[in-house]
Structure formats: C-alpha cells, structure tokens
C-alpha cells in the first residue's frame, strides 16, 4: 500500500514542479493545471516554501482519504483511542473490552478476620424443586452481615419439576433491585443443568438405606458442577448451603470464619413436635473416624459406600450432632473426619489443591462425607463445632403424617365426646328445676352461723395469748424453749425439697433413652 | 473581490479530495454507530463483570458511573456440547499451561492454532521464583502484543495466575528433577498448581480443557481439531523431542513423555504390597514395572490415526472434555491407587467412568532446548 501512495504522491509533485516551473520561467505557457494566471500581479512567495506547502498539503489530502478507506473497508485496523471522549472514534467492542486478567493466589488464602480483608466468599447451593424453601432461605441471605458484595451466589438448579428456576431468578432480580446498594451481592450465576436423575426428592426415598449410595454420588455431581463453574481466582472462601435451612444466626460466616480452620461445620438439629421429643439431631454426617468404620470398610467392595445412621453399617463413630450441650461454649471445636453438607464453610485453597465431592467411593465414602474424607487426606483441618447449632426445618416422614392424622382424629373424637357431656348437662338443666338456689340459701346460714362461733373463738384466744404475754414477761427462760421447735420443721422440708429434682432428673435420663430406643 | 478569487484559486481536485474526506468522515461516523448497534448480539461471548468466569472477556467499566448491581446471569449448561466437529458447534476451548520457563517457540505455535481464537482462552499457572519471575515477564509481552494486536489472532481472554510453590525445589534442572525421591514432592506441588489452574478457569462455558506444557513446542496447527475428532473424554498424543543424534550425524527424535501407559499386572502386584501413601513411578530402573508405554509403540509406518486405551496419563499435551473435570476427576496430590498427578487423574476419570484414550502416531514434540533425561527406560 505505502509504495503505492507515495509513488503517485512523487508523480504529482514531478508534474507540478514541472508546471510551477514553466509557469515562474515562461509566464506564456499556462495550460498546465496547476499553474498560476500570468496576467495578474500577484505578490508572490518563494516558490520552493510554495511547493513544499503544496505537497504537504497534498499528502495530507491524499493519506487522509486512504486511512478513511482503510478504516471504512477494515474495521480492525482501527486504533485503539482508550475509553475517553475518543473512543467514540474506534471500533465499538474492542476498545472496551478486556481480556487480560492478572490474580495472585497468595492474596486469597483465607484469614480469621476476611470482611476486614475484603475476602470474598463464594455461596454455593445445589437446588432442585426448592420452591417451597426459597422464601426462607431468602429471608436468611438478606438477614447475613458478611458485606454482602463480597458474596458471589451460585445455584444449579438441574432436574427441576417445579418453579423453583423462574422464583430463583425473580428473587434474586429483587435482591439486586433493592435501592439499598449495600444490600446488593456481587456475581450471581444460575446454572442450568439437568443430569436426569431418576432418585425422587421427598423424605421418603431420600433417606431410604438402598437409594442412599446412588444418591449421594449424584449429589456429589452436582456439587462439583456447581463448584467448578463458579469458583473464581478472587474467592477466598466458600460456603455450602442448603435451602431447607431453618434457623441459623445471622452472623455464622463470620463465626465461622474467625476459627480460621481450612474446613469447617456447625452442628446441626431439628425441631420437633412436641410429642417426638421436641428437638433431634439432624446431620448424621459430621462424625470423627472409628477404628470399627476402619475395619468395616476394609471388608466392603471397592464400589460400596458406607452412608452413616443405618443399621446396616454400624460403625459406632462419635458424631458431632449426638454431642451438643444446649448450654455449652459455641466456640468449642472438634476434629472431624467426615462432614455434613448442611452448610460447610471452607477456604477456596482447599477446593483450588482439588479436594471435591467425590461422586465415586473415596475410601468408601461419597459426596460431603467423601469430601471430609479427602480434606483430611490432603492434610487440611477439619473441624467440626460441637455446641454451635443451626436448626434444620423440619419436614414430617410419613410415619409421622400418619401419626399425626391418628392424634389430629384422637383429639377430634375427643372434642366431639366433650362436646356431647356439655349438649347432654345443659339439656338436664333446661329440663329439670334445680334446686341449687335452695340448698345456697340454706348453706349460706350455717356458713354465717360457723364464722359466728370463729369470731367468738379468736376474740377468746387474743385474750388467752395477752394474758400468756404478762406472763412470759415474768418468766424468760421457757422462751427460748419454745423457739427450738419451728427450725426442726424447717430442716425437714428442705430435705423434702432436695430429694425431688432427683426424681425429676431420673425421669429426664429416662425420655431420651426412649427416643432412642424407639 | 477576495472569494471568487480563492476560489478560482482552488484547484478543483482540491474540492473533490475535501468533499470525498467529508462524506468519508460522515460515514465513517455511522458505521461506529451501527458497530455499537451490533453489541448486543454478542454478550453472550462476553461476561457481565470484572468479576464474571475469566475464561471470558469483560466490559470495562466506565470510570465516572456508579457501578451498577451485578446481574443475574443463567448459564444453560445442558447446551454446552462436546462433539466432534467443535468448530461448527462453536465449542469454547480452554488451553491451560503450568509455566515454568518461557519459550518463544511455544508462544508462536499456540499462535499457529487454526481454531478460531475467539474460542480460545488461555489460562497459565507461574510460581514466584525467580525462574518464574522471569518467564511471567517474557509471557506478558507476548501476551499484550498478541491481545493488542489484529483482532482475529486475538484469544477470547488470557487469565494469569501467580502462586507460591509449597515444595520449592531450587533447582529445576533435569537430572534433579527426576531423581526418584524428589519426584513424589514435585509431582504432587504440580498437582496441586494444575488443579488450581483449573478450578479457577474452567468457566460454565467451556466445553474441552486442553494441558499444554510450556515446552510443548511443535505440533501440527489443527492439534485441537484433530484430537476433539476422536471424541473420547481424555487424549493424549504421543510426546517426542527432536534431538541430534550423534550416532546418525543427523536430526532424530526420541521418546519423552512415559507416563502414557497401559497397566500390567507386574504393577498392580507391587501397588498391592505398597504402604498406603507410596507410589509406583514410571521410567526408573529400580521400579520395573512391566507396563506397556505408549512412547515404544510409535511406528511411522502403521496408521497415523490408531487409538489405544490407556491407564495412565501424561500431561504434557492433553485434551480433556469439560465434563470429565466437572464431574470430579482432577490432579491427585496424593497417592491415589499409588499413582500421582495425570496418571492418578487417568485413574480418578476412570473410577468415575470416563475412559483415556491414546494416539501413538500423532506426533507432538518437546523443545529440544530442554535436556535430555538421564535415566535408562526399562523396556
């Protein structure tokens, strides 16, 4: 291209210099294109500044009209002008796009205090017909005091037969939309993705013993899809949580966070009905390893996994929901092996190293238990908190249902009987005189004539007692007598009053062993 | 009379070039609208924020608005596909690399790639050594020049990951690098940077995950087109490196890459006496293994498209399906079934059922520059 332009530049200038020559040396010849009229006075400058000036001129002209077409036929050869006022001149997209990123992974390594650090955290929860728990656990991510624009969401929403999606996605436009800016999150990704799973979601087939296996590797699944289309260079930490959560304090990232451990659970319950006991442990799978575990799971196929709180594997571990005292420190912290998925706070280095979710038996286990399993192989902490709970909701099983509909049927019966004494009473009044007002009457006078006697009987006293008094005054010493005998009594009582919560206490110890036992 | 004079003056060609530059201007201005216009066609290639998957590029920002709440994005991972015909079906590709030494050949062959760039994005993991300061300066010119440069060379996005090593091994030199006792630590700190590469880069977009090592430094240019055609969820081609041969006075090449390898039950019976963290490595005299390495079985004369199976791995030049590293398959930094890194990921893909594959007569070489192992191969 360049030769081209110059060459024809160089042609023209020969031409003119050619013309502007005749025109100065023979004023006659002005056919040329460019020469000057000769027959007017005109004050004229040097001829070779003229030139000069010409041909820049021409030059300009000449280079701008190619670099228009240039630019007009070859977009990508535009320059980049930056993002000012210029860039209105470049090619649209290019310009303002970036493509280069730069992270050092020192920077995100997790520390005890992360919101002074601005550590990010990634929130993760795998969903699927969730729509009924959704308004809860929205009211729970609101209610969080971590900033919550360093709070990246992810979802996977896959296999999904309800709302779940469009109410996710609307919920989370609200979350956005609030005018409050600190209120807003930071990354929102919905992924998609169905695996076609044939395990029903309801209580019932989820907590089956055979189903178990299957589903707890295709949780697994989906976990890590859900973790390595989300987690970032920028994540210092990541937290798993479940929809179906019900209670949980709104500070837990940062309680959690200020034990500074590589993974990290709380302990998990439920609620319940006052005639199952009130309150359960719900999360099986937060457990410190046993050496019958060990020994079992050198018996089992390579292929098998052992799921905790069935009969068929007794593994006699320690489990982290069966040692939560309501009143002990929060702060306690225990050395697990295998983890519960309710809600794990981890460091972002952990998943980074490749601890996942092994949706194949790791050591015999899968899924968060798995994942415990793996943490620990790796050489992480993990930590389990005793006595720092969060509640679970509770969702009744079908034994309950049907054993709520029995007591619901007891209570109604019940009603009605009662109902039928009171119909039955008031038909006897209204069709009987009662004789009630007579009998009243009649009592009232004998009551009147017994408070009589009674007054009469304490005037009698008082004046017995003052003449005592005159006579006391006289004789101090049997006095004294006299006040021994009421501490006696005293003593006697308390001793009653000790032996009681004994009693209460035994009768305590006895309920829980009759859950269990049930 | 001054105007009719100038503009008698004027010489009409004068006229002409201003008018042309004038209606070039105006349409000039107008094509950058429509440009503008055209944007929105394509945001499903770009990401919503600074804080979006890298594998993506980013708007900028604009520096005097407030920044606005991010949005909620959907990504429909059912439709991310892994096919044989790639391009067509507009696959995102995600080249990853653990660099540790920069070389220049490497960075014009990845140039070379015939897949179309925009599909592409780079990912590339450097410790902070001063031999990894070195090679983070050497990739960040190329990088700019290439992500500055026309547009069609230009990779849909480059993201650069720095990281302390945890097994600082000093020197890096070859004959340290494979003593048996050194291997364990090395392999197992390269675990653990490739799966941070990975973890951090593999968006919800991508569909195949190619490793690269940074030495990789000749290969035909439709190298991805050519192994996605097979379609199976982990590749390998065989690893040669081009090398003088003293004995033939000429150019030869020779087998690199051993941990390509088919099982052999002399193997699996020392894997069953082994302590629980021990590993059996390839290519060491004092652990005959027996197994069947891919590197023996090239033969120029066979079928260049022949395909085995395989049981271990290398990581050298890799194609792997997203799908496989979604599912769970990564980098062992441990001994698993007493294999480390890409052989113990072979193993962990196999265990999730996902099956490596091998081509022992597609061909990619190893710079020439790096030196020649030291150890003797047992068979």
Redesign the interface.
């Given at each position: 291209m360049l030769p081209l332009h110059s060459s024809a530049t160089k042609g023209k200038m020969h031409r003119n210099a050619f013309s502007n020559g005749q025109a100065g040396a023979y004023p006659s010849g002005g056919n040329g294109?460019?020469s000057i009229q000769p027959h007017k006075f005109q004050p004229r400058s040097q001829p070779a500044l003229r030139r000069r000036r010409q041909l820049i001129?021409r030059i300009l002209?000449?280079g701008?009209?190619f670099f228009?077409?240039l630019?007009?036929f070859f977009?990508?050869?535009r320059p980049?002008l930056g993002?000012g006022p210029l860039s209105?001149?470049?090619?649209?997209?290019?310009g303002?796009?970036?493509?280069?990123?730069?992270?050092?992974?020192?920077n995100v390594q997790g520390t005890a205090r992360g919101w002074e650090r601005e550590e990010r955290i990634l929130l993760c929860a795998p969903l699927r017909d969730a729509s009924p728990h959704l308004p809860m656990f929205f009211s729970h991510l609101k209610n969080l005091t971590y900033p919550h624009n360093l709070i990246?969401l992810a979802f996977l929403v896959g296999d999904s037969k309800d709302n779940t999606l469009q109410l996710l996605?609307d919920s989370?436009?609200e979350l956005?939309?609030?005018e409050d800016?600190r209120q807003?999150?930071?990354?929102?990704?919905?992924?998609?993705?169905?695996f076609g799973q044939k395990v029903n979601q309801d209580v019932e087939s989820r907590h089956g013993f055979a189903a178990q296996a299957g589903r707890r590797k295709s949780m697994?699944?989906a976990r890590?899809?859900l973790?390595?289309?989300?987690?970032?260079?920028?994540h210092s930490w990541v937290y798993w949580r479940d929809v179906d959560v019900e209670t949980a304090p709104f500070t837990i990232l940062e309680d959690l966070m200020r034990h500074n451990k590589d993974v990290i659970v709380p302990n998990v319950w439920r609620p319940l009905p006052d005639w199952l006991g009130g309150e359960q442990p719900y999360d099986l799978n937060s457990w410190q390893e046993s050496e019958t575990a060990l020994a079992l799971a050198d018996t089992l196929d390579e292929d098998a996994v052992i799921v905790e709180g069935y009969a068929e594997y007794a593994t006699w571990r320690p489990h982290l929901a069966y040692l939560r005292d309501p009143y002990g420190d929060p702060d306690m912290e225990m050395e697990i092996d295998g983890v519960g998925g309710v809600s794990i706070l981890a460091k972002a280095k952990v998943?980074?190293?490749?601890v996942?979710?092994?949706?194949?038996?790791f050591e015999k286990h899968a899924e968060t238990e798995g994942f415990g399993k793996m943490a620990k192989?790796?050489k992480f902490s993990v930590v389990g908190l005793p006595h720092y709970t969060i509640w679970h909701l509770y969702e009744p099983s079908v034994d309950d249902i049907r054993h709520m509909e029995e007591m619901e049927k007891e209570r109604k019966a019940k009603e009605a009987e009662e109902e039928a004494k009171k119909a039955r009473l008031e038909k006897i009044n209204s069709q009987f005189d009662s004789k009630s007002s007579d009998w009243e009457r009649e009592k009232a006078k004998v009551q009147d004539a017994v408070q009589k006697e009674k007054n009469d009987e304490a005037e009698r006293q008082k004046q017995e007692e003052e003449a005592k008094k005159e006579a006391e005054i006289k004789k101090e010493t049997p006095a004294e007598r006299f006040e021994e005998k009421p501490e006696g009594q005293q003593a006697e009582i308390k001793e009653e009053k000790v032996d009681k919560p004994e009693q209460v206490n035994e009768e305590r110890q006895e309920a829980p062993k009759k859950a269990r036992d049930s | 009379m001054p105007t009719p004079r100038s503009l008698r003056r004027q010489n009409p060609i004068t006229l002409v070039l201003a008018a042309i530059l004038c209606i070039g201007f105006f349409i000039f201005f107008f094509s950058g609208g429509d440009g503008s216009s055209s944007l929105g066609e394509r945001t499903g290639s770009t990401a919503a924020s600074v804080l979006s998957p890298p594998s993506l590029p980013f708007r900028k920002s604009k520096s005097n608005e407030p920044p606005a709440a991010p949005p909620v994005v959907n990504y429909y991972m059912n439709n991310v596909t892994t096919s044989r015909t790639p391009i067509e079906n507009e696959e995102k590709v995600l080249i990853l690399t653990p660099l540790t030494r920069f070389y220049q050949e490497f960075w014009d062959n990845l140039l070379k790639l015939s897949y179309p760039h925009e599909l592409i994005s780079l990912g590339f993991i450097i410790p902070k050594t001063k031999e990894g300061n070195a090679a983070y300066a050497a990739l960040q010119v190329q990088v700019a020049k290439t992500q500055a440069g026309s547009k069609n060379k230009r990779f849909a996005s480059v993201t650069i990951l720095r990281q302390d090593t945890e097994s600082p091994l000093q020197s890096q030199s070859e004959a340290e690098r494979h003593k048996m006792e050194n291997q364990r630590a090395r392999r197992g700190a390269m675990a653990k940077a490739r799966n941070s590469l990975l973890f951090t880069t593999l968006g919800p977009t991508t569909s195949w995950v190619l490793w690269m090592d940074s030495d990789i430094i000749e290969y035909p240019p439709t190298l991805i087109q050519d192994l996605a055609a097979y379609d199976v969820p982990i590749i390998v081609p065989n690893c040669f490196q081009r090398y003088y041969n003293n004995d033939k006075k000429a150019m030869d090449i020779r087998p690199y890459d051993f941990n390509n390898w088919i099982d052999s039950p002399t193997a699996k019976e020392m894997a069953a006496k082994m302590g629980k963290d021990d590993i059996l490595l390839e290519g060491y005299a004092e652990m005959p293994t027996y197994r069947s390495l891919m590197a023996m079985m090239h033969d120029p004369a066979a079928d260049p498209g022949t395909k085995v199976k395989l049981d271990g791995v290398g990581g050298a030049t890799l194609l792997v399906k997203a799908e496989v590293h979604r599912d769970g398959a990564m980098f062992p930094p441990f001994a698993f079934y007493h294999l480390i890194e890409t052989e113990g990921f072979a193993k962990m893909a196999n265990r999730l059922n996902w099956e490596s594959w091998g081509l022992p007569n597609y061909l990619v070489s190893y710079s020439s520059h790096s030196p020649a192992l030291v150890f003797d191969v047992t068979c």
């Open positions: 294109t460019f001129q002209l000449v701008g009209v228009t077409v630019f007009f977009p990508d050869l980049n993002s209105y001149l470049t090619s649209s997209d290019d303002q796009l970036e493509t280069i990123r730069y992270y050092d992974l020192n990246d996605e989370l436009k956005q939309a609030n800016s807003h999150f930071g990354e929102i990704s919905i992924m998609q993705k169905d697994a699944q890590n899809w973790l390595s289309a989300a987690l970032r260079p920028t998943f980074r190293a490749g996942h979710f092994p949706a194949f038996s192989r790796m | -």
